[in-house]
């Protein structure tokens, strides 16, 4: 990844690394102890807030609830052992 989606890998790499060198304090080290059903639920909700936001057709909203699925979804791929390049690779392969 490269440009302006480099903040994606950024993120990717933060998360990596709260998974391997707890930080006291760290959300994402709070999903990780807690497990997978806590990191799905989260990723539900943040599906389900986009919905809503794109409902309410506030860009704003969306913005802000997209970012949080991401980030919720990037948890979900470090946990898993997925990559963005896994991701990326999936999408180029149904072009």
């Given at each position: 990844m490269?440009?302006?989606f480099?903040?994606?890998?950024?993120?990717?790499d933060?998360v990596l690394d709260?998974?391997?060198?707890?930080?006291?304090?760290?959300y994402?080290n709070?999903?990780?102890?807690?497990?997978?059903?806590k990191?799905?639920?989260?990723?539900?909700e943040?599906?389900s807030?986009?919905?809503?936001?794109?409902?309410?057709?506030?860009?704003?909203?969306?913005?802000?609830?997209?970012a949080?699925?991401?980030?919720?979804?990037?948890?979900l791929?470090?946990?898993?052992?997925l990559?963005?390049?896994?991701?990326c690779?999936e999408?180029?392969?149904?072009?």
């Amino acid at each position: 990844m490269d440009g302006k989606f480099d903040i994606l890998q950024e993120l990717y790499d933060v998360v990596l690394d709260r998974k391997h060198n707890p930080k006291e304090g760290s959300y994402t080290n709070y999903l990780f102890d807690k497990g997978l059903d806590k990191i799905l639920k989260k990723v539900g909700e943040e599906a389900s807030e986009v919905i809503i936001g794109a409902k309410n057709q506030n860009k704003d909203e969306i913005r802000y609830e997209i970012a949080d699925l991401i980030y919720h979804l990037t948890v979900l791929m470090v946990h898993q052992g997925l990559t963005w390049e896994d991701i990326c690779n999936e999408l180029k392969s149904r072009r």
